[in-house]
């Protein structure tokens, strides 16, 4: 076991790859919380009346609320005063094409690799880059427009098109959700905003990144993705943030509306900064993210990889509201170091011959905490609902944890529901076989992980899926002996 | 402390002034019962701290214990226990075995009903109170040392209230051949009556033990049984545990059974639950040493109105130990059942092999199931599964068996009888096996006719 301890701790050491910081000036409101920043928020951003009132009415409900305290993570307590609730880059001005973008931003880009040329020019990715709660350059905006697409910032939503947001904003996820989804409801700066019109087919993979830079501003970002009947759309989000000490606050909300016999597909990799190794700083990552398939036929799917933060909580979900809907999750969470994760998924059975799949993947090594937490509720109306469920854990080194906790509701008779858990860890024998055919142990673990995880990777959009992969090599790097 | 609704508070401080009463009727001087008062004493100021679990709490979420709460009851005095004769309880026992028997009604020891025969040298079978009064050792040194009131509102007021109960001591190196039975008898008449009954099992080294613990019912009326029993199974044991629970359907039932394993020991538990308006069983088992074996498994069924609710933990505190856990339920009317089952892996509990499975049948529209299989793992090496399953019959099933001349209802229940009667199959007590098995076909089809 030595072994394993000293290799633990010599390649536990990788440095968090993407920790810059850039320097750019910044607007900001003054740290803390009540109405006039709120109003503040609403006012820097132009917003109609309506959004106010919604965001006074979340902040209010919020004030009621307290922090919820079941999820398997520990942490300290969150100062909520002591954030500032709005940073956008400085000079914010209109703009017409990536040329008048600060050059300093894009440098930040292409350190992140995602330069917004090359993107655009190489790999068709239309990309809406959210760079501390404002959303800076959308790419392909016109290429998408032809087809009646809208895709654009959450702000430029609520400027152009008030109607959609209005019908469609609160109606997943309504203000009164939780504690941070009313927290996100009163104090959201900016976000993605999608809209596919009847019948139209996305042509390529939208993509947003989110970014967070300045110190102590939490990022509060809500995006919103309507498929109208027959649209489909492939969505991408990536996320990261530089290496800072205190923690910050990360509550999004992440909307999706699918129609009649629309599909979405929400993919996200997120490997935000997940502390050191003494388990100091990180971003605390408490996210709302539901989708509704409100119409018959359709179908929402989540796709995630989940490998930074220091604290991770989110349970994306899917509403089975129409019926023959269906709704997918998969799921891999990787923690390392001090790194705890409370993930999973919500799959509610409304509308009959509802299906729905769960894979989760946990991965734990250091001293990570990983637990899948789900939820499987099949109403009495929803007639010859399926569901599969699997989560399996994998555990390198003996001082992490893997926790399952899947709830599993059913009102009808009908209804077939199958969960499956298994937790193991790399086999020696499989190590040993791979030593002997020359393949050193990192790559063996790597190959071994890898393999534990394709089932979800398959399911990532090509990009995504080869920096997943490196990803997850990077986190789990020298955690095995 | 949580904030209590008002009927809340009053059902704790109700409980609160009988246990003040209680405690006046308790003798009061030397005899050595001090550490008895006080553990008393204690497990009420717990329960005041704690007051009743509402469906806020975690481990409460799916049973709402208010009507328990809310009874307004009474212990039965001693003197119901005169009203049974030896044929009443007959059907109860175990037929055909030369029994061991100890038999408890309304609470209360009744020794004229029950039999302890002959003994193997050195085994003690006798009233917890009765031991407690002769100030046995044993009893000192084990006695609510396992079944912790520090969470858990209804062992902390059995630990306030208890009575009487079963005390059965093994010495080392005995084998006790007959099965031995604890008979727990309420006779639900006018009144409501409470009762806290209270087991003590100890189990020496390589000893071997089959016990048998019962809870019925001569009447239909409403009641309140709360038993904690404490199992303890030293080193390489043999024990096997059955709990069969066939309260009236009207009956309150909260069982706890808390179990700690030493080196090398095998135990094995079936929970059989079949009967009770809310009923809800907790069974926990520690491993605290290497190298043990560890089943729990239960079946139940309910129908009409009938709420079930099984808990189980087994906690690896320590590595080399083999853990099987195998619950399988049909609910049928407006039944409502729910499984908890949470496997702890500690800290360097590796080699760790630990099964679950928790298995439902709905047959009606309006029963409800939730589930609820958990796993928290702290060591790698281990081998861990689990898995729950909702669903119906097998179309493919009753298929195969109409094709070969079987009518539809028929087939329904050769294969609903065949869904529960797995686990039942594994009982060695014959009479037992027998028995339940009749009390599963004779419900079965009683269920059926109400459905029709």
Not at chain 1, 142 to 161: M, P, R, T
Not at chain 1, 178 to 193: E, H, I, K, P, T
Not at chain 1, 307 to 327: M, R
Not at chain 2, 406 to 413: G, L, S, T, Y
């Amino acid at each position: 076991m030595s072994t394993d301890t000293n290799t633990i701790e010599q390649l536990a050491t990788q440095e968090y790859k993407y920790g810059f910081f850039t320097d750019i000036e910044a607007e900001t409101v003054p740290r803390g919380l009540n109405e006039d920043i709120v109003r503040m928020i609403s006012a820097k951003k132009n917003e109609p009346e309506f959004m106010l009132e919604w965001r006074l009415k979340a902040f209010r409900h919020w004030q009621t609320l307290e922090e919820p305290a079941w999820a398997n993570v520990h942490y300290p307590q969150i100062d909520f005063e002591n954030i500032i609730y709005y940073s956008a880059p400085k000079p914010k001005k209109q703009l017409n094409s990536l040329d008048e973008v600060d050059p300093e931003l894009l440098e930040t880009f292409n350190k992140l690799g995602i330069s917004l040329d090359e993107q655009k020019r190489l790999t068709g990715v239309a990309v809406d880059a959210v760079f501390d709660s404002v959303s800076v350059a959308t790419t392909f905006k016109d290429k998408l427009a032809e087809l009646g697409i809208i895709f654009c910032s959450f702000s430029e939503a609520v400027q152009n098109h008030p109607d959609l947001v209005r019908k469609y904003m609160g109606s997943v996820v309504p203000y009164t959700d939780n504690f941070y989804a009313a927290l996100n409801s009163a104090v959201f700066s900016d976000g993605s905003f999608c809209y596919i019109p009847p019948g139209v087919r996305c042509p390529m993979e939208l993509s947003t990144y989110f970014r967070i830079n300045a110190v102590d501003t939490g990022q509060f970002e809500r995006t919103l993705l309507i498929a109208d009947e027959g649209g489909y759309v492939s969505y991408l989000e990536g996320c990261t943030a530089p290496m800072r000490d205190t923690n910050q606050l990360h509550a999004a909300v992440v909307e999706i509306v699918a129609l009649d016999n629309a599909q979405v597909k929400y993919s996200t990799v997120q490997n935000w900064y997940p502390g050191d190794k003494e388990g100091k700083g990180g971003i605390y990552n408490f996210v709302t993210k539901r989708g509704k398939c409100a119409g018959v036929n359709s179908k929402i799917s989540w796709t995630q990889v989940e490998t930074g933060s220091a604290i991770t909580w989110k349970y994306p979900g899917v509403i089975l509201q129409g019926d023959n809907s269906i709704g997918e999750f998969y799921s891999v969470a990787v923690t390392n170091n001090f790194q705890q994760a409370d993930t999973g998924t919500k799959m509610i059975h409304i509308g009959k011959n509802t299906r729905s799949t769960i894979v989760s993947k946990g991965i734990s090594a250091g001293r990570g905490q990983n637990s899948y937490r789900g939820l499987v509720r099949v109403l009495k109306n929803a007639e010859g609902a399926r569901n599969f469920s699997q989560c399996d854990s994998l555990l390198i080194g003996d001082r992490c944890g893997a926790h399952t906790f899947p709830y599993i509701e059913v009102r009808n008779p009908s209804a077939r529901v199958e969960h499956e858990a298994s937790t193991s860890k790399v086999g020696e024998d499989q190590i040993f076989y791979c030593n002997q055919r020359g393949i050193s142990t990192e790559d063996a673990v790597s190959m071994i992980v890898n393999g534990f995880c394709k089932e979800v990777f398959r399911e990532l959009p090509m990009e995504f899926a080869v920096e997943a992969q490196k990803l997850l090599s990077i986190s789990l790097e020298g955690s095995v002996g | 402390m949580r904030t209590l609704t008002k009927t809340a508070t009053d059902a704790r401080d109700r409980y609160l002034d009988a246990f003040r009463t209680f405690e006046a009727m308790q003798p009061q001087n030397g005899d050595g019962i001090s550490w008895l008062r006080e553990l008393r004493t204690t497990a009420s100021r717990r329960f005041e701290e704690l007051g009743f679990p509402t469906t806020r709490d975690e481990e409460w979420k799916y049973t709402d214990i208010s009507p328990i709460a809310n009874l307004i009851g009474s212990p039965a005095d001693a003197a119901q226990v005169q009203g049974l004769s030896a044929s009443d309880v007959e059907p109860f026992t175990l037929q055909g075995l030369d029994a061991l028997r100890l038999v408890f009604v309304n609470g209360h020891y009744a020794e004229a009903l029950s039999s302890v025969g002959t003994l193997p040298k050195g085994v003690v079978l006798s009233s917890l109170a009765a031991a407690i009064r002769s100030d046995s050792p044993v009893v000192r040194s084990h006695l609510a040392q396992y079944a912790s009131f520090e969470n858990h509102t209804f062992v902390a007021l059995n630990t306030a209230f208890f009575q009487d109960g079963a005390f059965l001591y093994v010495p080392d190196n005995t084998v006790v051949e007959t099965p031995i039975q604890l008979l727990f008898i309420t006779t639900s008449g006018e009144t409501a009556t409470i009762a806290h009954p209270r087991n003590l099992i100890v189990a020496g080294a390589n000893s071997q033990v089959t016990l048998v613990e019962s809870y019925v019912s001569t009447g239909q009326g409403t009641y309140f049984n709360n038993p904690v029993t404490e199992v303890v199974v030293n080193k390489n044991a043999t024990f096997r545990h059955h709990k069969v629970q066939l309260e009236s359907e009207q009956a309150y039932h909260i069982a706890t059974m808390q179990v700690q394993q030493a080196r090398d020991c095998q135990f094995a538990s079936l929970a059989v639950s079949f009967g009770g308006s809310i009923a809800r069983y907790d069974a926990n088992a520690v491993m605290a040493d290497q190298g043990i074996e560890c089943t729990l498994n239960g079946v139940y069924l309910v129908a009409g109105q009938q709420h079930i609710d099984n808990h189980t933990v087994m906690d690896h505190a320590q590595p080399h130990c083999n853990s099987h856990e195998n619950y399988a339920g049909i609910l049928d009317g407006q039944a409502r059942g729910v499984f908890n089952g949470k496997i702890f892996v500690r800290e360097d509990a590796q080699k760790t092999d630990a099964k679950q499975s928790n298995r439902n049948l709905l047959l009606s529209p309006n029963a409800v199931i939730n589930t609820k299989p958990q796993l928290e793992i702290f060591a790698d090496d281990v081998k861990c599964t689990h898995g729950a399953t909702i669903g119906q019959l097998d179309e493919d099933a009753i298929f195969y068996l109409r094709a070969r001349g079987i009518d539809k209802e028929e087939a329904r229940d050769m294969l609903v009888h065949a869904f529960a009667s797995d686990l039942l199959t594994d009982i060695q007590i014959e009479p037992l096996r027998q028995q339940l098995e009749q009390e599963l076909h004779t419900r079965l089809a009683r269920n059926r006719q109400i459905r029709e």
